[in-house]
């Protein structure tokens, strides 16, 4: 992002300073699980497209990746109907899955798609601010954590209680592979208002969150309040081109990996004495 564009785009938000009422966000930010159940049940499994890029943008996903002498385990969170999971099934015999959402209906499509196997993959109902991992995860034994397009959905002020979740069940070493709305990018901009609840979080018409983050809003929750380790941390941006609707604009979003350290006692340390 140059400086024009980011200049250009802090002109657009700044005429926005209404605010949604302050019942109203508190009902969005409460909900938001149960609006994310309503998604579902009236798009069932044809919303979103397979996630076929994974692998391509994080290595630790590939084949042949190896941790340690065990098979990979890795846990999605947010797994929706799971168009991340079984394309990386599919790549990966090597690797088996949890996967979690807030979603119970979410949840059900996952079980019901004729590729499910406990054998390989199990789906469970999980609020990752609130439900802990750990009474279904052993703790400390997951290798990879997939965060892709879902910390948006959460209340800012909810992420870092997920990050000391996700915390007790990631392996000494162990990353989280992260990947979700950036500042700036073209559907912020295009809120209207009436949508803004505060800073860089808003409210979709269906009811559910969208937040967008910077870098270093990400280097807080991970680094400073989780303790972990940046191996990558930065802005993707796409051009958006279509001639017909008359779009051309960028789509930005941030990429990240942040390492468990070895030590997990260091952890415990950063978790302890931060607050954000």
């Known amino acids: 992002m140059d400086d024009a564009f980011i200049a250009d785009a802090q002109q657009i938000l700044s005429a926005d300073n209404s605010l949604v009422p302050e019942f109203w966000q508190k009902k969005y930010k409460d909900e938001a699980g149960r609006n994310w159940d309503k998604f579902y049940n009236r798009n069932s499994t044809n919303f979103f497209k397979d996630r076929h890029w994974t692998d391509r943008e994080f290595e630790e996903l590939r084949p042949g990746y190896t941790f340690s002498e065990q098979n990979p385990v890795l846990l999605e969170i947010g797994c929706g109907v799971g168009n991340f999971v079984w394309p990386i099934l599919k790549r990966n015999p090597d690797i088996s899955v949890y996967a979690c959402d807030f979603s119970p ?3 059900d499509f996952v079980k019901a ?6 054998d390989r993959c ?5 609020d990752i601010t609130k439900d802990r991992l750990a009474d279904t995860i052993p703790p400390h034994s997951v290798d990879i954590v997939s965060a892709i397009y879902v910390f948006s959905a959460l209340p800012p002020e909810k992420q870092a209680d997920a990050v000391s979740n996700i915390l007790e069940i990631l392996k000494p070493g162990g990353r989280i592979l992260f990947r979700d709305y950036g500042i700036y990018d073209l559907a912020q901009l295009r809120f ?3 949508h803004k609840l505060e800073n860089n ?3 979709r018409q269906d009811g559910t969150l969208s937040y967008y983050f910077s870098t270093e809003r990400l280097r807080e929750l991970f680094v400073q309040h989780g303790g972990l380790v940046e191996l990558e941390n930065d802005y993707v941006v796409k051009r958006l081109v279509n001639v017909k609707r008359e779009i051309d604009s960028d789509r930005v979003f941030t990429q990240a990996k942040f390492q468990a350290p070895i030590d997990t006692a260091a952890i415990e340390s950063a978790m302890s004495s931060t607050t954000i």
């Open 113 to 118: 798609n004729e590729l499910y196997s406990e």
């Open 122 to 126: 199990r789906a469970f109902v999980c």
């Open 105 to 107: 209906r979410a949840v």
């Open 201 to 203: 979080l808003y409210v």
């Open 192 to 194: 209207k208002s009436g």
